[in-house]
C-alpha cells in the first residue's frame, strides 16, 4: 500500500469516527438533559415540594408557592393513605 492510500484510509477512518463521537454526544447530551431536568434541584421551578425543599436546605423560609405544593402534596399523600387503610 502507498503513503496516499493509507493516507487516504485514516482519513476516511477519522471521518468515521469523528461522526460516531458527534452522534454519541448529542445522545448522551441529550439523555443527561432529560434525566438531570428533575433531579437537579436547583433547576427546578418554584411552587413544586422539590422547590420547597431546597428552600429549607438554604434555611430559608420557603416561598407561598412553594408552601402550596408542598400542602397540597401532604393532603394527597394522606388522601392516599386513608384510601388505602379504608381499602
Ligand atoms: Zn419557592
Redesign the pocket.
Known amino acids: 500500500m502507498t503513503d496516499d492510500q493509507r493516507l487516504k484510509q485514516l482519513l476516511d477512518l477519522r471521518t468515521r469516527v469523528d461522526h460516531e463521537i458527534h452522534i454519541l454526544q448529542r445522545r448522551t447530551q441529550a439523555r443527561r438533559m432529560s434525566t438531570t431536568r428533575w433531579t437537579n434541584v436547583e433547576l427546578v421551578?418554584?411552587?413544586?415540594e422539590t422547590?420547597?425543599a431546597?428552600?429549607r436546605r438554604r434555611g430559608?423560609t420557603?416561598?407561598?408557592?412553594?408552601?402550596a405544593?408542598r400542602a397540597a402534596g401532604e393532603r394527597d399523600r394522606e388522601a392516599r393513605r386513608q384510601a388505602r387503610t379504608v381499602a
Open positions: 421551578p418554584c411552587g413544586t422547590a420547597y431546597r428552600h430559608e420557603p416561598c407561598p408557592a412553594c408552601k405544593a
